[in-house]
C-alpha cells in the first residue's frame, strides 16, 4: 500500500506558507524596491507579552476566581438538594409493592423531578460559562488599557502577544498542524522585548488599589 502525499489543502497551505516566507525574504532582501523606504521610515519598538503567564500572575483574576468558586458552591448545594429528593423518592417506590395504587402516580412523579433535575443541572452550567466568558471578556478589556498604558509609558509602538513558548503538538493530523503553524503570532522574541512584569505589576497596582 501506498503512502499518499500531502493533500490539496496540506500543498495549500504549504504553499502559503512558502509565498509567506519569499514575500518576507523579497522584503527584507538588499534588492528590494521598497528596503530603503522602510530603512528610512526608521525602527519600530516592539514588545511582547505573554499572555498565560500574566493571566496566572493577576491578583483580579484569583479573586474573580474565588468570588465563581462561591457561586459554583451554592449552585452544587442546589444541586445536591434536589439530587437528594430524587433519591428520596426512588427509594419511597423501592418499597412498594406492584401492586400499590400509589405506585404509578409516584413513578410519574419521579420522572418528572428527574427532567427538572436535568433541565436545571444544565441550566447552572450555561449560566456558570457565560459567566466564566464575562469575567473574562472584562479582564482582557483591562489588559488591553494596561497594555496600551505601558506603551505610551515606555515608548513602544506595538506591542503583541508572545506565543512562542507554546509547544506543538507530538500527535496531529496534517491539517491541524497547518492551522497550528499558521496561527502563530510570534515565531521567536528576546527577553529584552518582554513586557509582561510590567503589565502584571500595573494592574496588580490598579486592583489593589481599587479594594475598598
Known sequence: MMIRGISNSGRAGVVALVIAAIGLGMALGPGSADA???RSAGATAVAAVDLAKLLDGLDERAALEADLNKQIEKRQAEL?????EVKKMNDDIAVLKEDDPSRIEKIRDLRIKE???KAMRQFIQEQLSVEKGRMLADLYKKIQTAVCDIAARDGWDLILIDDSSL???EMATEQQMLQLILS???LC???????????KTLMNNRFNAAKP
Open 36 to 38: 530603503s523606504a522602510v
Open 80 to 84: 445536591d438538594q434536589i439530587a437528594g
Open 115 to 117: 427532567v427538572q433535575a
Open 167 to 169: 509547544d506543538l503538538p
Open 184 to 186: 502563530r503570532r510570534v
Open 189 to 199: 522574541a528576546g527577553g529584552s522585548v518582554d513586557v509582561t512584569d510590567e503589565v
